[in-house]
């Protein structure tokens, strides 16, 4: 579980105790979440690991297993949640999140309306930017992905922060009873401008919205829409390019069964052994990893007009 006690903030710098959500980390493109069991035992290719000998161990231990391998115990973040949680629909990840986070002004204490929930990537992270006293209020039309996030909230710690609801924004609005309520609203509709009047009334005072789409066009029907109650509409794509750095010949990156260097940056730094003998250099390369994502949609935040 990720808070010590529900009614403060999150906490990790504790110990691992029985029942706790660990992330399981042996690489980093190869990690689970696995609940934490007295009796209970995980097993993969570096071995067997008896979960008795993780309870106690602070979040972070490196931990061996019957046959010498190991792996890390880490505590369940927003980030690395995002990372294991089990797809029920296509996720937010990083790059976007933290945008979506920082251009909806959350604070300790906001009131945040999100619709839909789906796989829950986003809430998590809302969840944090929240708390200890705001709140995350999540809708879904799909009655089982909403009990599914549910759990997931329950087991990452997350349920006295987020509270799961099952409507269809695009045909209902949000529930009245928010009207005038929220801080900000954050929509991720197939189509969104059909809830932008209800989230227009459901923001306070120089409240934020945002809208997550995939494809130009929504964006642009949502914007036509976004006119009549908001003003300061932006869009943003958010694309991440994360580069692999090490030492070496620039030759070695050149043609080495993975294709041509896209990009590469060469510093030289020289070096001695000792006083003036043994001068060298080496070479730092920086190439753009192949594997990077690209497009994974249009970021739209418009603000409240002032009725006033």
């Given at each position: 579980m990720?808070?010590?006690?529900?009614?403060?903030?999150?906490?990790?710098?504790?110990?691992?105790?029985?029942?706790?959500?660990?992330?399981?980390?042996?690489?980093?493109?190869?990690?689970?979440?696995?609940?934490?069991?007295?009796?209970?035992?995980?097993?993969?290719?570096?071995?067997?690991?008896?979960?008795?000998?993780?309870?106690?161990?602070?979040?972070?231990?490196?931990?061996?297993?019957?046959?010498?391998?190991?792996?890390?115990?880490?505590?369940?973040?927003?980030?690395?949640?995002?990372?294991?949680?089990?797809?029920?629909?296509?996720?937010?990840?990083?790059?976007?999140?933290?945008?979506?986070?920082?251009?909806?002004?959350?604070?300790?204490?906001?009131?945040?309306?999100?619709?839909?929930?789906?796989?829950?990537?986003?809430?998590?992270?809302?969840?944090?930017?929240?708390?200890?006293?705001?709140?995350?209020?999540?809708?879904?039309?799909?009655?089982?992905?909403?009990?599914?996030?549910r759990e997931d909230f329950e087991r990452t710690g997350l349920s006295s922060l987020v509270t799961v609801g099952v409507r269809d924004i695009q045909g209902e609005g949000f529930p009245d009873e928010f009207t005038g309520r929220a801080d900000s609203v954050f929509l991720d509709l197939p189509q969104p401008w059909l809830a932008i009047p209800s989230a227009a009334k459901m923001l306070q005072q120089d409240g934020v919205l945002c809208s997550f789409s995939p494809c130009i066009e929504q964006v642009q029907r949502s914007c036509e829409t976004l006119k009549s109650h908001f003003t300061e509409i932006r869009t943003f794509e958010i694309l991440l390019h994360t580069y692999e750095v090490r030492e070496g010949e620039l030759g070695s990156w050149q043609d080495g069964g993975r294709g041509s260097v896209k990009s590469c940056k060469k510093r030289q730094r020289s070096t001695t052994t000792n006083s003036e003998e043994n001068p060298g250099t080496r070479t730092i390369l920086a190439r753009l990893n192949s594997e990077a994502k690209g497009h994974t949609g249009y970021l739209t935040f418009a603000r409240l007009k002032c009725t006033s």
């Open positions: 990720l808070l010590v006690d529900p009614t403060k903030k999150l906490s990790y710098n504790r110990r691992i105790m029985d029942g706790d959500l660990v992330i399981v980390y042996e690489r980093y493109n190869s990690m689970k979440p696995v609940k934490v069991s007295a009796g209970g035992v995980l097993q993969n290719r570096f071995g067997l690991f008896k979960h008795s000998d993780w309870i106690g161990k602070p979040f972070g231990s490196k931990v061996f297993s019957n046959t010498g391998g190991y792996v890390y115990l880490l505590a369940p973040t927003p980030e690395l949640w995002t990372l294991v949680l089990s797809h029920r629909t296509q996720i937010l990840y990083i790059a976007d999140i933290s945008f979506v986070v920082m251009y909806l002004e959350l604070v300790p204490g906001c009131v945040v309306l999100e619709s839909g929930t789906g796989s829950g990537s986003l809430s998590t992270s809302l969840a944090r930017a929240v708390a200890p006293t705001g709140h995350i209020y999540t809708f879904d039309f799909h009655e089982q992905r909403a009990a599914s996030a």
